[in-house]
């Protein structure tokens, strides 16, 4: 069984920058796609950024591209976000997932971490 924990989340001001780790147990995933999903209050779960497994693409959604940027370590079983310029809208608990890339939907959720950026 795979258990993916969040750490990293936090209360920062406008601007400010966190990095939130995922670590994996119970399953090497260095041929998961790993990605950050988000959700704030009263709305719907959404898409942040994905990392692929074989050459590291990634892709973004339009709300954090330029500010966010997703990483992995392999050797570590790890992935980051690093999130700098942080607005008040990106408050939300944080999610990471993963999924071996011909399979639709992510297969490992974790428990989430909570991110609050105050104006």
């Known amino acids: 069984q795979v258990a993916l924990v969040e750490s990293g989340g936090g209360l920062v001001q406008a601007g400010g920058s966190l990095r939130l780790s995922c670590a994996a147990s119970g399953r090497t995933l260095s041929t998961y796609g790993m990605a950050w999903f988000r959700q704030a209050p009263g709305k719907e779960r959404e898409f942040v950024a994905h990392?692929?497994?074989?050459?590291?693409?990634?892709s973004y959604a339009d709300s954090v591209k330029g500010r966010f940027t997703i990483s992995r370590d392999n050797a570590k079983n790890s992935a980051y976000l690093q999130m700098n310029s942080l607005k008040p809208e990106d408050t939300a608990v944080y999610f990471c997932?993963?999924?071996?890339?011909?399979?639709?939907?992510?297969?490992?959720w974790g428990q989430g971490t909570q991110v609050t950026v105050s104006s």
């Open positions: 990392i692929g497994w074989r050459d590291n693409y990634a």
């Open positions: 997932a993963a999924k071996r890339s011909w399979v639709r939907n992510y297969e490992y």
